[in-house]
T-cell receptor
Framework: DTEVTQTPKHLVMGMTNKKSLKCEQH?????MYWYKQKAKKPPELMFV???????INESVPSRFSPECPNSSLLNLHLHALQPEDSALYLC??????????????FGPGTRLTVL | GNSVTQMEGPVTLSEEAFLTINCTYT??????LFWYVQYPGEGLQLLLK?????DKGSNKGFEATYRKETTSFHLEKGSVQVSDSAVYFC???????????FGSGTKLNVKP
């Protein structure tokens, strides 16, 4: 099973709301990723967790707050977002981070709209 | 540094036509190379991969060969179907750190 699940599928929020995106995998992968994808663009890396520790933060604004409660779960907490943050948010996982070359498996994404 | 360059789209073909989507890369060291496909409203799905020079990745009639001498990983399919209409991303991952570098994506439209 190479499935990464994401909830919710769609999310509409106002600029003062607090919401969370959830990602889950049961493949035993120890690296998990958050990406942001705007229309007609490739995914942009936001955060990487390796063994439940934050390894990469690509200078993402603090209104995005990641969390990795355990090896299967990855959350992205959202607060005071801007309309330009509207995008498809993708979660991915891979067997490991260091050592390279591993396939990243992507979830279906959460379509976020900020009003 | 690492980067991936893909041919500009959209590419429009008739059903059963031959497909080539060009991908070239710049990398330090010896990366792994990937093709992902994204259907409308969905996430990225791995299409195929190659981990070393001269490897050929293949899946669902698609093929790509890792060419170190030309730093290329072109995607080919002998006979496309309407269901192949999607956006295709070429990507590389370096050996030391599994950070992906994506190309800009190529949209493929296949007409009946």
């Amino acid at each position: 099973d190479t499935e990464v699940t994401q909830t919710p599928k769609h999310l509409v929020m106002g600029m003062t709301n607090k919401k969370s995106l959830k990602c889950e995998q049961h493949m035993g992968h120890r690296a998990m990723y958050w990406y942001k994808q705007k229309a007609k663009k490739p995914p942009e890396l936001m955060f990487v967790y390796s063994y439940e520790k934050l390894s990469i933060n690509e200078s993402v604004p603090s209104r995005f707050s990641p969390e990795c409660p355990n090896s299967s779960l990855l959350n992205l907490h959202l607060h005071a977002l801007q309309p330009e943050d509207s995008a498809l948010y993708l979660c991915a996982s891979s067997h490991r981070l260091a050592g390279g070359g591993d396939t990243q498996y992507f979830g279906p994404g959460t379509r976020l709209t900020v009003l | 540094g690492n980067s991936v360059t893909q041919m500009e789209g959209p590419v429009t073909l008739s059903e059963e036509a031959f497909l080539t989507i060009n991908c070239t890369y710049t990398a330090t060291g010896y990366p792994s190379l990937f093709w992902y496909v994204q259907y409308p409203g969905e996430g990225l799905q791995l299409l195929l991969k190659a981990t070393k020079a001269d490897d050929k990745g293949s899946n669902k009639g698609f093929e790509a060969t890792y060419r170190k001498e030309t730093t290329s990983f072109h995607l080919e399919k002998g006979s496309v179907q309407v269901s192949d209409s999607a956006v295709y991303f070429c990507a590389l991952s370096d050996r030391d750190f599994n950070k992906f570098y994506f190309g800009s994506g190529t949209k493929l439209n296949v007409k009946p």
